[in-house]
């Protein structure tokens, strides 16, 4: 059984960085592909990013690619979102999501190829 735990949110300003971090047990994330979604309020949950088993990753284009950057530590079994430049559009709560399939990329947007989830970590941008 795959258990992920976030963590990193909170409330900051317009333009900070924040790191999301999520901790994966009960299985080496080597063989994972992972990602990174997000649910504002009264919306749908959305993806940001992802990285496969590879190495490889794919970002949103609208809301992640140049501000976020996913990555893993394999040693420590964890995955990573970095974000820069926060907009108050970016309040949501962040779900990481894993699956031990072999996704093709386009998959990867889909919050349901992934199998396990976390409990989500809130992020607020205030204005």
């Known amino acids: 059984q795959v258990q992920l735990v976030e963590s990193g949110g909170g409330l900051v300003q317009t333009g900070d960085s924040l790191r999301l971090s999520c901790a994966v047990s009960g299985r080496t994330i080597n063989t994972l592909a992972m990602a990174w979604f997000r649910q504002a309020p009264g919306k749908e949950r959305d993806f940001v990013a992802a990285i496969k088993s590879s190495g490889g990753t794919s970002y949103d284009t609208n809301s992640a690619k140049g501000r976020f950057t996913i990555s893993r530590d394999r040693g420590k079994n964890m995955l990573y979102l970095q974000m820069n430049s926060l907009k108050p559009e970016d309040t949501a709560v962040y779900y990481c999501?894993?699956?031990?399939?072999?996704?093709?990329?386009?998959?990867?947007?889909?919050?349901?190829?992934?199998?396990?989830w976390g409990q989500g970590t809130q992020v607020t941008v205030a204005s």
């Open positions: 999501a894993v699956t031990t399939g072999s996704p093709i990329t386009s998959s990867l947007w889909v919050a349901s190829t992934f199998e396990y």
